[in-house]
DNA sequence: CGGAACGTTCTGCTCTCGGGAACGATCAGG
DNA sequence: CCTGATCGTTCCCGAGAGCAGAACGTTCCG
């Protein structure tokens, strides 16, 4: 009957999340409104929000719910169990003041990309509606420096579950043309998203090595698409390149 | 069959979060650990973690799961959402600094306790583990300390949720025992906890009041019980009273 | 004072989800 | 190279959980 109609997945946990997303979404949000945000009973929402909460997934205050910081902490966990954190903190900031702009470290976490690290020199609160949101590999510029160094299978399983959806006019929605884009981005050392993934945003991104010779994630750089130009093309790739081996050795000396 | 037999609480959902939780606790986990550890099927636990990955909050890793970096990023919003987080984030390292203990600032969520931003100066690792929990009122100085601001009903009903169970040998497991002590800490100006939240652990907080006059968390340090003595509990106290005005003002100035 | 809006509670029907077993793949040891 | 153990995956069925809808209680308007 809803548009979702997977059925491998678990519908009430499916709910339970969807709707702390909708109350990140909405900054805050009411019984009332998210009924009206997921077309669901008022009774079931209601007892979504009554578990959520129990578990501190979400707080109650007056009538409105808001995200738990409960969920800080486990995240905070799950962020510093990655080994390139530690360096992503040092070296991201390095980065983005090097070259005056938005900079980040990202990984990929179940065919999906997500940030580790980011400096935002922009207005935070832009950017953490942004954040919060897992991005596709087939759009950004850090999925494809890092998916360019998997095998074609494992690109193409990522590729199935999550598919190719057109975010702008740019987004490349083929599969096949996304594994020729690879081959481009390997050919050429980094990878690009112009405005592929959001309209008038452009990335760049670079893979980064961990010790053990598999890519441990990608450093990038994000402008707006008008600053583009051929020399700052070719100044950030340069500076992305410098940070990237940076990057790999202090890995390398943290192993040890 | 289990503990749990409310009922007023999703079971499907609750069983999701609680996967999560276990994956943290073991610091990764794979199925037949997690089917070994919750006593469900193998089946159902498998669900859960495919629904789980799917949006993130879990991460696959070969047959290992961990907990996904997204919940970082809801997280973070969480915590940046308190009015209280930026004051915080400049006055807790101050008082860490002066006393040379660990400090934190705390605030109530639906009837529990949850460090909005601490500064540890022991192992990380021991206080990562603690540091993702969500405490109880009734043991903890912050707990009391909050609660010594609130009415009674509204003491009584969060009692009434959550229980007062037994962590330590001391704590406090009557109602009407820990509204006493809620009275004395209205008299003595602050909380302690002495080995009651976990053994060999002493905290002492202070309630801080926001702009609009009502209590917005409490400002604590920690402690080994064995570094207790009078003098000591006087000094801290002192630093706590000082700060506790710094961190008022600076809410107020904010506020404008 | 009356009605609208919202959160809470209750009940019944349906379909989800949990259990169990069978399957497949991987690995270690004889 | 075969065999048994271990672990993840898939399938199927029945029980009961969870969703919907309506009724109730409260608050806040005009």
Known sequence: MKPRRTGDT???????????????????????????ETGLAKSTVHNHLKTLSRYGYLNREGDTYHVGVKLYHLGNYARKRHEAYEVARAVVPELADETQLEADFTV??????????????????????VDSRLFHVHSTASGKSILS??????????????????QTEHTITDADEFLRELEAVRERGYATSFGEAIEGMWTIG??????????CGSINVCAPTYAH???????VVDALDEKAAVFERRLAEQGE
């Open 10 to 36: 678990l519908q009430t946990t499916d709910i339970s999340l969807r709707v702390v997303e909708h109350v990140t979404e909405l900054d805050g949000a009411t019984l009332a409104e998210l009924t009206a």
């Open 149 to 166: 160094e998997y095998s074609e299978v494992r690109v193409r399983e990522i590729l199935d579950r999550w598919g190719l959806p057109a």
């Open 206 to 215: 670079i893979p980064v090595t961990g010790p053990d010779g598999t890519v």
């Open 229 to 235: 130009d051929e020399a700052r093309e070719r100044a």
């Open 108 to 129: 990929e976490e179940n065919g999906r990309i997500v940030s580790l690290y980011d400096v935002s020199t922009f207005s935070n609160t832009a950017s953490s509606l």
